[in-house]
């Protein structure tokens, strides 16, 4: 089992940035890949951005290409999702997670946090 608690969210403002952190604990975080997802009302949840388990690989979903960057610091268990030039529609619960190979799907990440709401507001 991997537990995974997202931090950072909060109210901003159209343009400004803010840091999530997801912490983990459990089984070996260095194994896993890690994701990041959002899910905004009445909407399918979405790819973010993921890293591998080294942390050597990154990619992003279209929409915050050029504006988030995702890392990883496995000495402290923890991954972090940097998101600058925040637009309204990056609202959403966001969500890490975590996976034996990493991907694009919901179905390739076995754990999941309980997600950190970000608002923006224009």
């Known amino acids: 089992q991997v537990q995974l608690v997202e931090s950072g969210g909060g109210l901003v403002q159209a343009g400004d940035s803010l840091r999530l952190s997801c912490a983990a604990s459990?089984?070996?975080?260095?194994?896993?890949?890690m994701g990041w997802f959002r899910q905004a009302p009445g909407k399918e949840r979405e790819f973010v951005a993921a890293?591998?388990?080294?942390?050597?690989?990154?990619y992003y979903g279209d929409s915050v290409k050029g504006r988030f960057v995702i890392s990883r610091d496995n000495a402290k268990n923890t991954v972090y999702l940097q998101m600058n030039s925040l637009e309204p529609e990056d609202t959403a619960v966001y969500y890490c997670?975590?996976?034996?190979?990493?991907?694009?799907?919901?179905?390739?990440?076995?754990?999941w946090g309980q997600g950190t709401q970000v608002t923006v507001s224009s």
């Open positions: 997670a975590a996976s034996p190979g990493g991907g694009r799907s919901v179905r390739q990440y076995d754990y």
């Open positions: 459990g089984r070996t975080f260095s194994g896993y890949a």
């Open positions: 890293i591998s388990w080294r942390g050597g690989v990154t």
